[in-house]
């Protein structure tokens, strides 16, 4: 199995800085539809043999642009971005010097930030989901290329599940980037990271660069 892990494309949330998780829908700015289509002309959906995408219209948008409308886009909520609660549509800035301590070395929020943010979800919570989504896929995704476009913090989650990592061990990623990860189905999937948060497909694009 290969594995195309996609970050959605710049959304209205995005463009203010505020907090967008599982609870908050922005649609994609028109910078971000825009940059969507530029990254499309150098993607080959052919060689995808599978689409899945958080049912958050940011990334089911950026799923249908990405495959220029040629393949089936299945929505799946175990996708969905972190649920951030009581944060969800907040201004990073004042939450970063009220509560330090819920964000890392590098100002991104945390595993601590669930003191503060009430009715959010853990990271455990999202890496427990990630694993669910990646045991399906495993059973109906053998032999297969897979797309799967969704968020920053279901990016990690996802990385985390398929490494053994933990989440504040993996980066994020930009908007329209690609992570790529082939899998040895003779030896229990054992996965090989190719790509990482490349502006352009490493192996899958329609020009190679």
């Excluded at 203010?16 to 599982?22: E, T």
């Excluded at 929020?109 to 979800?121: F, H, L, M, R, V």
């Excluded at 297969?144 to 933990?166: S, Y």
Aim: include cysteine; charge should be negative; aromatic fraction near 10%.
């Amino acid at each position: 199995m290969k594995l195309i892990l996609v970050r959605h494309g710049v959304s209205e949330h995005n463009k203010g800085d505020l907090i967008s998780g599982g609870a908050s829908n922005p649609d994609l700015s028109a910078e971000g539809i825009a940059g969507v289509k530029k990254v499309s002309r150098n993607f080959d959906e052919s060689q995808v043999d599978l689409v899945y995408a958080s049912p958050l219209i940011r990334a089911k948008r950026t799923a249908e642009i990405l495959t220029k409308g040629r393949k089936t886009i299945n929505l799946d909520p175990r996708l969905i971005e972190m649920q951030f609660g009581s944060w969800e549509g907040s201004d990073v800035t004042p939450l970063y010097e009220n509560c330090s301590d819920a964000f890392d070395f590098m100002g991104m929020i945390g595993k601590d930030y669930t003191k503060y943010a009430q009715n959010a979800e853990s990271y455990d919570d999202l890496v427990s989901r990630c694993q669910s989504f990646m045991v399906d896929l495993k059973q109906v995704a053998s032999q297969k290329t897979v797309l799967v476009v969704c968020h920053g913090f279901t990016i990690r989650g996802l990385m985390a599940a398929i490494f053994g990592l933990d989440t504040s061990e993996i980066t994020a990623q930009d908007n329209v980037t690609f992570t790529e990860i082939n899998f040895d189905e003779a030896n229990d999937f054992n996965p090989r990271l190719m790509s990482f948060n490349r502006a352009l497909p490493a192996y899958y694009g329609a020009i190679n660069s």
